[in-house]
Nanobody
Framework: QVQLVESGGGLVQAGGSLRLSCAAS????????MAWFRQAPGKEREFVAA????????FYTDSVKGRFTISRDNAKNTVSLQMNSLKPEDTAVYYC????????????????WGQGTQVTVSS
């Protein structure tokens, strides 16, 4: 089992920045990919970014490329999402997720999820 706890959400004006963190505990695997997803009211959960736990390769959805950066600290078992130049359309609950298989953008492939943290961007 892997437990994930997100932190760092909040209210920010458009153009501002926030940094989300995800602390992983339990049975973490060196090869497990980690990802961030988000879900806005009335919308499907969507992929935001992913990173290989050991390799460092990163993947982003097009709408956040150049604005968001996913990173990991293996020594601390944490994954972070630095979000810059935030837009009102980034408003959502952001979830940290861990997979036991290959890295993917599909939420169905992720086995463990945090409780989510709210990000609200005002215009």
């Amino acid at each position: 089992q892997v437990q994930l706890v997100e932190s760092g959400g909040g209210l920010v004006q458009a153009g501002g920045s926030l940094r989300l963190s995800c602390a992983a505990s339990g049975r973490t695997y060196n090869s497990n990919p980690m990802a961030w997803f988000r879900q806005a009211p009335g919308k499907e959960r969507e992929f935001v970014a992913a990173i290989r736990w050991s390799g460092g390769s990163t993947f982003y959805t097009d709408s956040v490329k150049g604005r968001f950066t996913i990173s990991r600290d293996n020594a601390k078992n944490t994954v972070s999402l630095q979000m810059n130049s935030l837009k009102p359309e980034d408003t959502a609950v952001y979830y940290c997720a861990a997979a036991t298989g290959r890295i993917t953008t599909s939420a169905d492939e992720y086995d463990y999820w945090g409780q989510g943290t709210q990000v609200t961007v005002s215009s």
